[in-house]
């Protein structure tokens, strides 16, 4: 499957002809992993003849879905997804490329956090903002932040009206009452999508679109009325989401690649491992227990079968904790093990022997 090349080499898109310094080491340490990353990241993109590029931010409340989004445009799973917040802790990018153009979507930590540290400024749209894609995501299952946009989205739209921004209902065969989907379009968008009134029950002969427009804005403002496209998605259905990348990619406007053809993550292995791990952690362990867990991982090499070992040592606070996360009888830390396991493999794409053990903190 992997040619000459070894699998995490194959991973990271790099050549013996590539990394000539980082061949014969077996097992690799750590250190290697992360200098062939650097390598693929150093490397100049390598630019068809007309490249395209449109760079995505994907925003919305806490838990809407959004990592999720990254990883189903992706392809594979490298980024932590969660109903805890604070999964995402800091900022990574992912790459989509195809035939000419290249997607680079921004998955950054909680939106509130992002805004407030004003990580998205019009320094960073170092490109026009014709090739920049905002992507506000609501969770229409959730019946407590459905009806209106996120305060902070609201900001972080208002902030840069110019920017293009499409508005994508995610989880839509989970509402059971399917005529809401009008009423929540209705909402979040204030009646207008791409500068167009929308239809809807409330519509008056009498009361003329302008005037219509400006009574919803100063009853509440719940909505965005500058969305030029809505996207609805299924939980369980992927089309939806393909049918959403090809819109995107169509939307990729002339400019150089950012990224090496290869490139799927900014993440460093060592980072995605982590990272999954982690999701594990806050999915399983109750309260504040997992963001107190340290993770320090003892083994990385490659076995003689060609897979991937990692051992890692989850550390922490007190001696409840200890009893918490291993588990009656090794049951959960297995649990935890055998499911970020399966994950790893679906990352890196070679077989992974993954073992973890807990420590208190001395």
């Given at each position: 499957m992997y040619g000459n090349d070894s699998a995490l080499d194959y991973i990271l898109g790099i050549t013996k002809e590539d990394a000539p310094?980082?061949?014969?080491?077996?097992?690799?340490?750590?250190?290697?992993?992360?200098?062939?990353?650097?390598?693929?990241?150093?490397?100049?993109?390598?630019?068809?003849?007309?490249?395209?590029?449109?760079?995505?931010?994907?925003?919305?409340?806490?838990?809407?879905?959004?990592s999720t989004l990254s990883n189903q445009l992706l392809g594979r799973k490298v980024l932590p997804v969660s109903k805890k917040v604070h999964t995402t802790r800091r900022n990574a990018q992912g790459v989509i490329t195809k035939d000419?153009?290249?997607?680079?979507?921004?998955?950054?930590?909680?939106?509130?956090?992002?805004?407030?540290?004003?990580?998205?400024?019009?320094?960073?749209?170092?490109?026009?903002?014709?090739?920049?894609?905002?992507?506000?995501?609501?969770?229409?299952?959730?019946?407590?932040?459905?009806?209106?946009?996120?305060?902070e989205v609201l900001k972080c739209l208002a902030r840069f009206p110019d920017l293009p921004s499409i508005l994508v209902l995610n989880k839509v065969d989970l509402l059971k009452k399917k005529f809401l989907l009008l009423y929540l379009v209705t909402e979040l968008t204030e009646g207008v999508v791409n500068g167009k009134k929308l239809k809807t029950a409330e519509d008056s002969d009498s009361v003329p679109a302008k005037e219509n427009r400006k009574h919803v804005r100063e009853k509440a403002k719940k909505g965005w009325p500058g969305f030029k496209e809505i996207f609805m998605l299924a939980a369980t259905d992927r089309e939806e989401v393909e049918t959403l990348k090809r819109y995107l990619l169509k939307q990729a406007r002339p400019g150089p690649w950012e990224f090496h053809s290869e490139v799927l993550t900014t993440q460093s292995p060592q980072e995605v491992c982590d990272n999954i791990i982690r999701e594990k952690l806050l999915e399983y362990l109750p309260e504040e227990v997992p963001y107190t867990v340290t993770q320090r991982t003892e083994v990385w090499e490659e076995g003689p079968g060609g897979e991937l070992v990692i051992v890692q040592n989850?550390?922490?606070?007190?001696?409840?904790?200890?009893?918490?996360?291993?588990?009656?009888?090794?049951?959960?830390?297995?649990?935890?093990?055998?499911?970020?396991?399966?994950?790893?493999?679906?990352?890196?794409?070679?077989?992974?022997?993954?073992?973890?053990?807990?420590q208190l903190k001395k």
């Open positions: 310094s980082l061949v014969g080491q077996h097992p690799p340490p750590l250190s290697a992993f992360k200098a062939e990353q650097d390598i693929l990241l150093g490397h100049q993109p390598d630019q068809p003849e007309n490249p395209k590029i449109l760079r995505i931010a994907i925003i919305g409340a806490p838990n809407a879905g959004k000419d153009t290249q997607l680079v979507v921004l998955d950054t930590p909680g939106l509130t956090t992002h805004l407030k540290a004003k990580r998205l400024t019009q320094a960073d749209l170092v490109i026009p903002t014709s090739s920049f894609e905002v992507l506000v995501l609501v969770d229409v299952s959730d019946h407590y932040t459905r009806n209106c946009l996120h305060p989850l550390i922490v606070q007190k001696e409840t904790h200890v009893k918490m996360l291993v588990g009656s009888r090794g049951h959960l830390i297995s649990k935890i093990a055998q499911e970020a396991g399966s994950d790893l493999m679906n990352a890196f794409l070679c077989d992974v022997h993954l073992k973890l053990s807990v």
